[in-house]
């Protein structure tokens, strides 16, 4: 294989990064390693044997010794009981867009399983403070990441606070991405409009108790949720790769066809499965937002829990006072003639109007 | 990095670097290594060459590495440390590349946060601060250094630059006019021009620029001002001209990214993608520039688009990654014209609208808006431009698109 990879692009201009992953066991057996920049290395320690502006494998490996004591006197990782001992282990090379990067992997032995590690990064920052070391630390699956600049050279990781850091920040952006699409909130209220009623024979009629049409509710957002998780995974994963204006113009039609079904039932009669069914297009929509994600199996686990957890909690917020409004006027000629049916049309309009505009390519040129 | 057209080059030219906030999307894509790493590998033979290093093809860089070594970091000489300095941001600008400005950081580290560093040193801080996107700490730095040297043209020209990028035109045409009463001549009717080509007289900017620029300058300065004459021309509408200014400050010979994206630009807008490619062929490290080989390749159909397409992504991630979102622009621009993802492009184009407000960035958030299909995120930009009075044959064109979908 050698230097001969896929085809890759010219080397980008970026600023200086280094790339440093810990893992962590939890019997104090770490592992490291770290991804120099080969541009960044030949400033700190000079590369360039014979000064011909190339750096061959040769050369680098003729400087490792001076690259791990580089690595060894600004790098320290420590915990409650003093630091850890970093014990190189191999060298190897690797490409990052902006060029190659020499790759150095060691082990770390700790005085004891601790249960908070600290990181000491001073690379690099006394030739060029914009330098940044970019941390990511695997507890077992469980993914923290941080960056290390000359105003922040040390970071703390520990146990609680791990599984929180990712978590949380999903959780708000799943909550904010549903509240701010106006496309899945409307689906939602016309999915949700007849939300004190169930169908019988044809018509709306209107739920007795309480609990019955909260269980209801449940059973719709718990399934809508299920769905847009799948297909949410399934996109951010690239199982499922489909145009955005495709998906776009689709959640369109998923609100047309719900508002439809409002004033002449035609789907099922378990809202639920309605729920369902549009919910994986709803979800397709979702991953647009998110953007790709690079993470291993357990740490994109969580932040997929943690991002539909979001959308669940803002479902919620959305749905229950939209059923405490419904539900003392339910089987009401008011609501029979009026909100239901007007909702469903307005919606239905609002829907094709977004459809033509997402089906059909606008632009300037 | 979103290259901006660079200050008048009264001395020597300097540039300016687009900033952008770390957004959500920030938060969002946590990586383990970027998305364009293979896996680790182990070389075959010695003689397998890892990395060209820029000092390899350019003896400026040899120079400027020679002096860094010279310098006793421990007693640091200002002296010493500017010369070196200044060649790093040179470097850094002409090259399009932040690992220069890092380096220049790293030489006037002693100086960095002090509070009232030599005058010399506070005008290279400045323009590294821009290149940090502290677009504030900038405008610090160049009003501390006109109280004490209220006559340094340069001075006046970077403040110019900076503010109008910023879109603050009437303040920049005063710096313009101090520039003009201590250094009359071909620099300041540049940057005159360019500002008030912006709030409202774009024909008389343009005639009183074209005849300054007739007259013999020197190099770096005509070519500075032809790539504005070029600018004003576009937004004309006069594209004969433009191209023909282009192609003249090209023809100079000076490598600059900044001319090179505007030329291309004109050529996209002109539907001419196969002349753009052309144009920059071999253009790779730049973003800026890779971004608009994309944009051609996207429209053409071109067969290596989809790893130019990869690589963007991945430098995109990288900055992400490092938590600096400094290219919000060229984001926005690639969500809209390559990923085909309008609301994505709006929310960017939004949020670079909120640090800097060109045309360029008025552009992109009024294509995203048109094609988001919401009219009323441009209705702020809008009406910002028409409280300007700028005048723009491509936003016009697009305020009457977006005129026609919200009525």
């Known amino acids: 294989m050698g230097w001969l990879l896929a085809p890759a692009p010219v080397a980008a201009h970026k600023p200086s990064d280094a790339y440093l992953r810990l893992e962590l066991a939890p019997d104090g057996s770490h592992r490291g390693a770290i991804d120099l920049a080969i541009r960044d290395l030949d400033q700190a320690v000079g590369l360039d044997g014979n000064g011909d502006g190339l750096v061959t494998w040769g050369e680098l490996k003729a400087r490792h010794g001076a690259i791990e004591a580089y690595v060894a006197a600004r790098l320290e990782v420590g915990g409650e009981d003093g630091p850890c001992r970093l014990l190189p282990d191999e060298h190897l090379v690797d490409e990052h867009t902006d060029g190659a990067y020499a790759v150095f992997r060691f082990g770390l032995t700790c005085p004891a399983p601790a249960s908070a590690i600290e990181v000491g990064y001073d690379l690099f920052f006394d030739l060029d403070p914009t330098h940044r070391g970019l941390l990511t630390v695997d507890q077992g699956g469980e993914v923290t990441t941080a960056v290390l600049s000359p105003e922040r050279p040390h970071v703390r990781i520990d146990a609680e606070a791990r599984a929180g850091i990712g978590v949380a920040g999903f959780f708000g952006l799943g909550a904010e991405h549903l509240l701010f699409g106006f496309d899945h909130l409307l689906f939602l209220v016309v999915l949700l409009l007849p939300a004190a009623h169930h169908r019988a024979g044809g018509r709306w009629l209107p739920v007795e108790r309480w609990r019955v049409a909260a269980v209801d509710l449940v059973k719709v957002l718990t399934a809508f949720t299920l769905a847009h998780g799948l297909s949410l995974a399934l996109a951010v994963t690239g199982v499922v790769d489909l145009p955005t204006r495709l998906v776009e113009s689709l959640i369109a039609v998923t609100i047309a066809l719900a508002a439809l079904d409002n004033l002449w039932p035609w789907l099922p009669e378990q809202r639920w499965r309605i729920a369902f069914g549009f919910g994986l297009i709803h979800g397709l929509g979702f991953a647009s937002a998110l953007g790709p994600m690079d993470l291993p199996a357990a740490g994109l686990a969580l932040a997929l829990l943690g991002f539909n957890l979001g959308i669940e909690a803002a479902q919620l917020a959305v749905a229950l006072p939209l059923l405490a409004m419904t539900f003392p006027i339910r089987g009401s000629t008011l609501y029979r003639r009026g909100l239901l049916p007007v909702g469903s049309v307005a919606a239905f309009a609002l829907a094709s109007v977004w459809f033509v505009d997402r089906a059909i390519a606008s632009g300037v040129r | ?407």
């Open chain 2, 1 to 407: 990095m979103s290259d901006a057209r660079p200050a008048g080059p009264f001395g020597r030219a300097r540039t300016a670097s687009r900033a952008g906030m770390p957004g959500l999307a920030a938060a969002v894509l946590l990586g383990l290594i970027t998305s364009a790493a293979a896996e680790p590998y182990l070389p075959e033979h010695d003689d397998v060459v890892l990395e060209r290093l820029p000092a390899a093809d350019d003896p400026r860089v040899r120079e400027a590495r020679r002096l860094a070594r010279a310098l006793d970091r421990q007693s640091p000489d200002p002296e010493a440390a500017l010369e070196v300095a200044r060649r790093y941001v040179d470097l850094g600008r002409s090259e399009a590349d932040p690992r220069f400005f890092g380096l220049a950081e790293g030489v006037l580290a002693p100086w960095l946060d002090a509070p009232d560093p030599p005058p010399a040193i506070r005008l290279e801080r400045a323009a590294l601060r821009r290149a940090r996107h502290d677009f504030d700490g900038a405008l610090a730095d160049l009003d501390a250094i006109l109280e004490v040297w209220p006559k340094d043209v340069q001075a006046h020209l970077d403040r110019a630059a900076l503010l109008e990028a910023l879109g603050d035109y009437a303040a920049a045409e005063q710096a313009c006019i101090r520039v003009l009463r201590l250094y009359p001549g071909l620099v300041a009717v540049a940057c005159l021009t360019s500002a008030r080509s912006l709030a409202g007289l774009a024909q008389p900017s343009y005639d009183a620029l074209a005849a300054a620029a007739a007259a013999p300058a020197d190099d770096p300065t005509r070519s500075w001002a032809l790539t504005i004459l070029g600018e004003i021309a576009t937004r004309l509408g006069d594209m004969a001209s433009a191209e023909r200014h282009f192609r003249e400050a090209l023809g100079s010979g000076a490598r600059d990214v900044y001319l090179l994206g505007a030329y291309a630009d004109l050529l996209l807008d002109q539907d001419r993608a196969g002349e753009a490619l052309d144009l920059l062929e071999g253009e790779e490290r730049a973003d800026g520039l890779l971004l608009r080989r994309t944009i051609a390749a996207h429209r053409l159909d071109d067969p290596r688009l989809a790893a130019w397409r990869d690589a963007i992504r991945g430098r995109f991630a990288a900055l992400r990654q490092r938590g600096a979102a400094t290219h919000l622009r060229d984001e926005a621009r690639f969500a809209l014209e390559v990923e085909d993802q309008p609301k994505r492009a709006l929310e960017l184009a939004s949020r670079n609208w909120a640090l800097q407000k060109g045309p360029a960035d008025a552009s992109v958030l009024l294509q995203a808006a048109l094609a988001a299909g919401a009219p009323e995120a441009a209705a702020p930009v809008l009406a910002w431009l028409a409280d300007k009075r700028t005048e723009d044959v491509v936003l016009e064109r697009l305020r009457r698109a977006l005129d026609g979908v919200s009525s």
